[in-house]
């Protein structure tokens, strides 16, 4: 039997083809099934099973070093900053931290507002690890402080890992800086 002689370019070219796509939708499928089964892995607790949280509340004081980073932007209405962070947390958190802070300082004494990151690492009541707190925060020489400022999710890490939470800020009058943290953690299995 003599082999097959007569098949165009053409037909080989989309049989070619066909066979790319059939080994490229086995390469990605192959793939996130891998991608499914390492997450799984890493993150039993979000295999359907029910995390037992504990809840928390440290509170305690701090000191801060803001440090001025580059030149502040001056128009009328509010000058425009950009600060960086250095704090050192005492009572139920022992931790030291490092952010960012962008600010506006408006023209009415008192009235404020910024935006922060920072990355807090240290022991939280026995619990080492990091986490990161996301602020945002206004100052109103009418109507006084209000303020956000929570735990970034899947930010935790070490025994701080699966970290959620709120803090509160306060400024005592002689300028001493506290802070109250409720926060939430995975309870040890």
């Given at each position: 039997?003599?082999?097959?002689?007569?098949?165009?370019?053409?037909?080989?070219?989309?049989?070619?083809?066909?066979?790319?796509?059939?080994?490229?939708?086995?390469?990605?499928?192959?793939?996130?099934?891998?991608?499914?089964?390492?997450?799984?892995?890493?993150?039993?607790?979000?295999?359907?099973?029910?995390?037992?949280?504990?809840?928390?509340?440290?509170?305690?004081?701090?000191?801060?070093?803001?440090?001025?980073?580059?030149?502040?932007?001056?128009?009328?209405?509010?000058?425009?900053?950009?600060?960086?962070?250095?704090?050192?947390?005492?009572?139920?958190?022992?931790?030291?931290?490092?952010?960012?802070?962008?600010?506006?300082?408006?023209?009415?004494?008192?009235?404020?507002?910024?935006?922060?990151?920072?990355?807090?690492t240290g022991t939280l009541q026995?619990?080492?690890?990091?986490?990161?707190?996301?602020?945002?925060?206004?100052?109103?020489?009418?109507s006084g402080p209000q303020q956000?400022?929570?735990?970034?999710?899947?930010?935790?890490?070490?025994?701080?890992?699966?970290?959620?939470?709120?803090?509160?800020?306060?400024?005592?009058?002689?300028?001493?800086?506290?802070?109250?943290?409720?926060?939430?953690?995975?309870?040890?299995?």
């Amino acid at each position: 039997m003599a082999p097959c002689t007569s098949l165009s370019a053409a037909a080989i070219s989309g049989a070619l083809a066909t066979i790319t796509i059939v080994l490229l939708a086995t390469v990605a499928g192959l793939s996130a099934a891998w991608l499914t089964s390492a997450r799984a892995q890493s993150q039993p607790e979000r295999q359907g099973q029910k995390v037992v949280l504990m809840s928390g509340r440290a509170i305690g004081d701090f000191t801060v070093k803001v440090t001025p980073d580059g030149d502040i932007d001056k128009a009328q209405g509010a000058a425009l900053g950009r600060m960086t962070l250095d704090k050192q947390f005492t009572g139920d958190l022992t931790a030291s931290s490092k952010g960012q802070m962008l600010t506006a300082m408006t023209d009415v004494k008192g009235s404020a507002g910024y935006v922060a990151i920072e990355r807090v690492t240290g022991t939280l009541q026995g619990h080492n690890g990091s986490f990161v707190l996301q602020h945002f925060a206004t100052m109103s020489a009418a109507s006084g402080p209000q303020q956000s400022i929570t735990v970034v999710p899947d930010s935790g890490t070490g025994q701080l890992a699966g970290i959620a939470g709120q803090m509160l800020i306060k400024i005592a009058p002689d300028g001493k800086h506290s802070y109250e943290f409720e926060y939430k953690l995975p309870a040890a299995q």
